[in-house]
């Protein structure tokens, strides 16, 4: 029922085309009825001479018509084309409609989990699988669609089909009925059956498949480890092994396959035979007519097809279900909340930053980080410290209220940062992160990417000043290069430059570098930081680091530990009072004396 | 991102001499491939004689009103139904065997030219590409053979069979079928042609759409951090349109087809119901003979639409087949001009190694090397450090022979590199990467690569050595624990030290070691140096070295810069000179002590 709820969310305005759709199926079905119909008419009233005996009470033509038909034969003929056209051009609309509906369908759903997920809490990123995201959002919504567009339909067609074929056939002759639908339902629950129980063997192949290919691609992606090792005979027969794993299992498969579609076909034959031959008897004792046995064969014929069909079309519709289920999850996560304060347009934010007894912990329950109290005046620049996991970057990430923090507070601007509304806030702070980053574009947009318009000469004076001009230059298509394109990908420090140059063009209040500098080889270090310096006092930045070279650029230094401020203050004070601080600086000392002596 | 490599364009006509090669690949199943064309042919046989058996029963049972001989007529069509039953599963199954044998057999034969195949062809082929073609690309080829067969041989067969059988019983009426033929023909091959163009692009967009929500996944916190929300959702609803609108322009086509097919086969049923009608009435042909008339001519489009579905494929599936050569036709450039034999085998290395005059570059006009010179004595050990992109690890790929100089000679126990088979280099040597890589497996599997024949006992020792036993005990099955695709499931430092487990079971007389830089948590980094103090003992050892404790245990250090060595000696010699290895070491050092003295103070 929750899964019904969910397809007429998406289903706005799309629910009329879609019954149009059924409509269609029903009609192009009389027409299909129709064909055997005319020839049974044609072959025993016009050509052989009976009274005819129409179904549904239907008048009977006069002789006279049948005369004057028997003249003019090609009408039959051209009836049944005209029938025919029918009964196509019903088809061929619905199969359309239907598709149209589905397509735009999917094309709902996967916007809507798009914008969804963009608006997600991080947080919820920072759990998930991507892989099994994506595959949600392509595979999952593919499944929807094709049970929309086709398996659906399918099932109505069937339906009808039975439907609409039974009164004939009970009308014609109830006796012939009864032997043409013996075998149907067997038919019917053979297929079911089958594929329910064909399943898990299509799982197994697919995870031969799976294990091959995972075989395959660390063979490759090691080749380095298997020549070094010179194990490529030892590969050989790994992937041998694997592939004939994969081979023997698709064989298994197709066998029990082979049977399958073998004795489904003869048990439908069977059935057409059951018509035939009984239809035979009941002709010569004169219960029926040539005419309606033959009808009965082309009915038989259209019924038993596609309910053998259904068998495999309703064990398929538990996987729709599933999907949505998988989908569901996530539109029914909640997104993070933008409401909150927008200052006028006119007004600038300065960029003062207080933090406040500040305790933030994870979802987990797990301590980031405990009674923070810093405050970070506008334009200062604070270099902060501190081992992996001592909550560093947990620090930054509630700037921008990527995570927002449950007790104590900060302040920015002397407001409390809870309540600036995400997106104004997030455009008043260029941050760099440690892995960044880049679209699949130009190097321009993604430089320029964080905003809504921007000049040429700016992103180059930003790709300047973080020393990624020169290598841009020395590309063939310049800042028009396409990352991702043509295998060309960019360098771990390259990429952390095109990240800064990202957020330097912003000329925000509020600067974040995220142990931005870690891939940068020492020479280009410095040069990044005599850029930063030049620009010292423009921007509130915070620079976290492991690094000590980047600590001649602070005004004050932090040492985060634990999650804790243990130290604090500028340099030249912090190697005076004993600490971590004034211990590392002294043994540059002694490093520098072991040189010289 | 494979499909891209996947769906490259290529609209030229059927090339014959590709499928005949493609045949070659088939020749091991020729017979097989024989006998589903023989069932097929038979099964043709017996879809064709259905009708007769209605014809029979009109003109010989219902018009005469006889019932004599109904018991033969229904045990030989439940006797045909039957055969049918046993011809449907057995050409099935041996086609199945043909298209998964070819498959299995191509994937062989690709995957053991692969493994011939010098490093350089790796660095510029990407995994994906490979993969696509051993999987897609051979699976589609193995397809197009198998179900090809059995296409053509049925619907070559009903074709001929049920064109005798119109023409005997009238040859006027035959003129209808045979009329309808070419018709049904162009429509399919038109269909099937567009359809498969315009499911390409479909399928084109759909991996860009994957990619689109790849992106907008794996960036969301850069997302977040822009504020790029709706410009993104805006640019993505642009290609979500895209795809709604080719998938819907798809759906319509092959909508459009089978009322097409169904709607000529009728005009044909028309046709023959007039035509077919007056000529009962004249008495030139009886009524059974009608009924199987337009029986017939219902069923004509399937054999056509069935050649023409295979044409449209070979098509589309030319440029598989070109891959897929063109995989197997790669030729190595780098081979062993002498064999490996039982001497070689006995043979172990002294460790001397030697690089004279060496220029290499790995594209033109950008040379890593010139005229670079060096010598390593046995058993000495080597540290080699600088900036990233100064021809470290080019060093270790001209070493190992991955890649070959263009001007110059190495030299091995003063053997020119040429003239020792590969094989004996790199079961001499010994390798642990930057980043290790593992493979899907046990824990022991994974040790025992460096020595395919060693002990669980001997495997356990080296792990030991290493000190790798401690944190394998502590998982769930141990040794047995399965260390998951590329080794995911362990951390970065314990794949470290399960690689230099590996190494050290393989006991290398040279061990060239890339040494992480990627931060581990202290207490491994602490294992994973002691481990490697064990592992460059009593053998050259070449360390790509990033952590000073490893750069001051080697005998001698390499500066380098820009393709040359600028500073060369022991760690005090080069102190002294206070040049670039002063600055790199004092800024290292620092570093490292920061680190360190934060890690104790956590």
């Known amino acids: 029922m929750k899964s019904l709820r969910f397809v007429f969310e998406f289903a706005k305005g799309l629910k009329l085309r879609y019954l149009a759709a059924m409509m269609l199926i029903i009609i192009a079905a009389i027409f299909s009825f129709m064909n055997p119909l005319i020839i049974r008419f044609s072959i025993d009233s016009v050509l052989g001479g009976k009274a005819p005996d129409m179904p549904f009470g239907i008048t009977r033509p006069g002789q006279s018509l049948i005369d004057f038909l028997r003249a003019n034969l090609w009408l039959a003929g051209l009836l049944i084309v005209a029938v025919s056209a029918f009964s196509h051009g019903c088809t061929y609309l619905r199969s359309r409609i239907s598709a149209a509906v589905a397509e735009e369908f999917a094309r709902r759903i996967r916007n809507r989990l798009y914008d969804h997920i963009q608006r997600l809490p991080f947080a919820w990123h920072s759990k998930v699988q991507t892989g099994d995201i994506i595959q949600r959002c392509t595979s999952d919504v593919d499944t929807v669609r094709r049970f929309i567009a086709l398996q659906f339909v399918q099932l109505g067609r069937s339906v009808f089909m039975v439907a609409l074929i ?15 639908t013996l075998v149907v339902p067997i038919v019917f629950v053979y297929a079911f059956v089958f594929f329910r129980q064909v399943r898990k063997r299509f799982k197994a192949q697919d995870e031969a498949e799976g294990f091959l290919t995972t075989t395959l691609e660390e063979s490759m992606s090691g080749i380095r480890v298997v020549k070094a090792f010179a194990r490529e005979e030892y590969e050989i027969n790994r992937f041998e092994k694997a592939a004939l794993d994969y081979r023997n299992k698709s064989r298994g498969l197709i066998t029990v396959m082979a049977w399958y579609w073998a004795s489904s076909d003869a048990l439908c034959m069977l059935q057409i035979a059951l018509v035939l031959i009984f239809g035979i008897g009941m002709t010569v004792s004169g219960q029926v007519s040539l005419g309606t046995l033959l009808a009965f064969s082309s009915y038989i014929g259209m019924l038993i097809w596609p309910i053998r069909e259904m068998g495999r079309v309703l064990t398929d519709m538990g996987r729709a279900q599933v999907s949505i289920t998988r989908l569901k999850e996530i539109l029914d996560t909640p997104t993070e909340d933008v409401e909150g304060i927008v200052p006028d347009a006119g007004i600038k934010l300065k960029g003062e930053i207080e933090f406040k007894q500040l305790s933030f912990a994870y979802e987990s329950g797990h301590s980031i980080l405990t009674n923070i109290n810093l405050k970070i005046n506008a334009g200062e620049t604070i270099v902060i410290l501190g081992a992996t996991g001592a909550g560093k970057s947990s620090l930054t990430n509630l700037i921008p209220r990527l995570f927002d923090y449950q007790s104590g507070q900060i302040l920015l601007d002397g407001v409390e940062l809870n309540k600036y509304n995400r997106h104004y806030l997030r455009k008043q702070i260029g941050i760099v992160l440690q892995e960044p980053f880049l679209y699949a574009r130009s190097i321009k947009e993604n430089i320029g990417m964080g905003l809504a318009s921007c000049h040429d000469d700016e992103i180059v004076i930003a790709a300047k000043e973080a020393v990624l001009h020169n290598t841009i230059a020395g590309f063939e298509h310049g800042y028009s290069t396409v990352i ?52 010292k006092g423009l921007a509130t930045t915070i620079i976290i680091t492991h690094r000590l070279s980047s600590v001649s650029l602070a005004d004050r230094i932090v040492v985060l530990e634990h999650g804790k401020i243990i130290q604090m203050g500028k340099h030249d004070e912090l190697i005076q009072v004993p600490g971590v601080y004034q211990r590392i600086w002294n043994i540059q000392h002694m490093l520098e004396e072991e040189a010289a002596g | 991102m494979e499909q891209q490599y996947q769906e490259q364009e290529f609209t030229r006509n059927i090339d014959p001499k590709l499928w005949l090669g493609l045949l070659k690949q088939a020749l091991p199943y020729k017979y097989l491939m024989m006998a589903v064309a023989a069932l097929m042919t038979f099964m043709a046989v017996l879809d064709s004689m259905l009708p007769l058996f209605t014809k029979y029963a009109i003109d010989n049972m219902i018009i005469p009103k006889n019932t004599d001989g109904i018991v033969v007529f229904s045990l030989l069509y439940i006797a045909v139904t039957f055969i049918g039953f046993i011809t449907v599963a057995a050409f099935i199954h041996l086609t199945g065997k043909v298209e998964t044998g070819m498959n299995y057999d191509l994937r062989r034969k690709c995957f053991a030219k692969l493994q011939a195949m010098h490093l350089a062809y790796y660095d510029r082929t990407p995994t994906g590409w490979i993969v696509a073609r051993l999987n897609s690309d051979i699976s589609r080829l193995g397809d197009i053979v198998a179900w090809g ?48 163009k315009l499911y390409r692009l479909v399928r084109r967009l759909n991996s860009k759409i994957t990619h689109g929500f790849g992106e907008g996944i794996h960036g969301a916190k850069t997302t977040k951090t822009l504020v790029r929300e709706d410009a993104n959702l805006s640019e993505f609803s642009e290609l979500n349109y895209e795809m709604y609108s080719s998938s819907v322009k798809a759906a319509v086509a092959s909508a459009l087809f089978m009322p097409m097919i169904l709607m000529v086969s009728s005009i044909g049923v028309g046709l023959v119901l007039w035509l077919g009608g007056l000529a009962t009435l004249k008495q030139s042909i009886s009524f059974g003979a009608l009924v199987a008339f337009i029986s017939y001519t219902m069923q004509l489009f399937e054999p056509i639409s069935n050649v023409a579905r295979l044409f449209a494929e070979m098509q589309n599936g030319q440029a598989a087949a070109e891959r897929v050569f063109s995989l197997l036709e790669l030729e190595p450039e780098i081979i062993s001009s002498v064999p490996w034999d039982e001497t070689w085998a006995r043979r172990s290395m002294k460790g001397e190694i030697e690089l004279d005059n060496i220029s290499f570059a790995y594209k033109d006009g950008q040379p890593v090397f010139s005229d670079f010179t060096l010598y390593i004595a046995a058993g000495e050990s080597i540290a080699v ?16 022979r991955f890649y070959e100089p263009q001007l110059g000679v190495i030299r091995i126990d003063g053997m020119d590199i040429k003239e020792i088979p590969m094989k004996w280099i790199h079961s001499q040597l010994g390798y642990v990467q930057q980043v290790p890589h593992l493979f899907q497996g046990s824990i022991m599997e994974n040790i025992r690569y460096g020595r395919l024949d060693a002990t669980d006992e001997e495997v356990m020792e080296a792990a030991r050595l290493v000190n790798a036993e401690p944190f394998i005990l502590n998982l769930p099955d ?52 002691e481990a490697m103090d064990k592992v460059l003992q009593n053998r050259t050892g070449i360390v790509i070295a990033h952590r000073l404790s490893t750069i001051r245990r080697v005998d001698r250090i390499l500066m380098m810069h820009l393709g040359k060595i600028v500073e060369s000696g022991s760690h005090k010699e080069l102190m002294h000179q206070k040049g670039k290895y002063y600055r790199l070491y004092m800024n290292q050092f620092m570093q490292e002590t920061a680190d360190a003295e934060f890690a104790k103070e956590a």
């Open chain 2, 385 to 400: 450090v600088g900036e990233t992109g100064t021809g470290k690890t080019t060093l270790v790929n001209l070493i190992c």
């Open chain 1, 484 to 535: 991702g394109e043509r295998g060309i990908t960019l360098s771990g420090g390259q990429r952390q430059r095109c990240a800064i140059a990202r957020a330097l063009v912003l000329n925000a209040p509020i600067l974040i570098m995220d142990d931005a500098l870690s891939a940068v080889d020492t020479e280009t270090e410095e040069r990044i930081q005599r850029n930063l310096r030049r620009r």
């Open chain 2, 149 to 196: 067969v059995v296409d053509i041989a049925w619907s070559f067969a009903y074709i001929v069979i049920v064109s005798a059988i119109v023409l005997v019983l009238s040859w006027k009426l035959a003129f209808i079928l045979i009329l309808l033929l070419p018709i049904i023909a162009y429509i399919s091959i038109r269909f099937q042609k567009k359809l498969l």
């Open chain 1, 166 to 180: 039974l009164p004939i056939m009970l009308s014609m002759s109830p006796k012939l009925t009864l032997y043409s």
């Open chain 2, 478 to 529: 141990g040794y047995y624990y399965q260390v998951g695709e590329s080794g995911n499931l362990l951390s970065t430092g314990q794949k470290q030290l399960l690689a230099f487990a590996r190494v050290v079971l393989a006991n290398p007389r040279l061990l060239i070691l890339d040494e992480a830089t990627a931060s581990i948590d202290t207490e491994t980094e602490s294992l994973v140096q």
